[in-house]
Structures are given as C-alpha cells and as structure tokens.
C-alpha cells in the first residue's frame, strides 16, 4: 500500500477495492492538487489520521488521476469525503468540513 505520508494511504483505480473491504473503517477524501478548499482541509485529515491510527484507515484519491473510482461515485464536487464500511458507503459530507465533524462522522462507524 503506497502512502502519501506516515498514516495516509493513496488511494488508485488499482487499490480502491482491496482497501475498501478491509475491518476498519475507511474515510477516503476525494480532492484534486488544484483546489483550495481541498487545500485548506489537507491538515485536518492529516490530524484525523494520527488520531484514528490503528482504528480507522484514512486515505486519499486524486480526482485528476482517477477516473474510474470518481466516476463510480458520481463524484462532481471537491473535496468529497466517504467513509466506507465493510465494503459500502455509509457517510459522506460534500465540501469543506472541519476536523469535529469528520472525526464525529468517522466515530458513528467505529
């Protein structure tokens, strides 16, 4: 498994379903290198990361380098979190959102 950093997995159109069906639960954030909003959420998913070590996988997936997943998901707006459970979809939030909020939404899927 590739990392963007020390608890960041990269997510790819070749990985997507081997990372997904794993027993934690998984956030993947959805972002492309050009959009700020993007930008602007990259520390907190890096602090979620480090909290949710060993309890939850915390991953990322360029847009601009993966088509399929992105199209599988409808994605149309960036950044676009999922957390996946099992396999399946089980929340998403669509923009910007804090590090509160994503750490409650990954805390009802624990």
């Given at each position: 498994?590739?990392?963007?950093?020390?608890?960041?997995?990269?997510?790819?159109?070749?990985?997507?379903?081997?990372?997904?069906?794993?027993?934690?639960?998984?956030?993947?954030?959805?972002?492309?290198?050009?959009?700020?909003?993007?930008?602007?959420?990259?520390?907190f998913i890096s602090e979620i990361a480090d909290?949710?070590?060993?309890?939850?996988?915390i991953c990322k997936v360029n847009i601009d380098?993966?088509?399929e997943i992105t199209d599988k998901f409808g994605?149309?707006?960036?950044?676009?979190?999922?957390?996946?459970?099992?396999?399946?979809?089980?929340?998403?939030?669509?923009?910007?959102?804090?590090?509160?909020?994503?750490?409650?939404?990954?805390?009802?899927?624990?």
């Amino acid at each position: 498994m590739e990392k963007i950093n020390s608890n960041i997995v990269k997510v790819t159109d070749a990985n997507f379903e081997e990372i997904i069906k794993g027993d934690k639960p998984v956030l993947i954030d959805f972002y492309a290198d050009w959009c700020m909003p993007c930008k602007m959420l990259a520390p907190f998913i890096s602090e979620i990361a480090d909290d949710f070590k060993g309890k939850a996988v915390i991953c990322k997936v360029n847009i601009d380098e993966n088509a399929e997943i992105t199209d599988k998901f409808g994605i149309k707006s960036i950044p676009t979190l999922i957390i996946f459970k099992d396999g399946e979809p089980v929340d998403k939030v669509v923009g910007f959102a804090n590090k509160f909020r994503l750490s409650e939404m990954l805390e009802r899927h624990m």
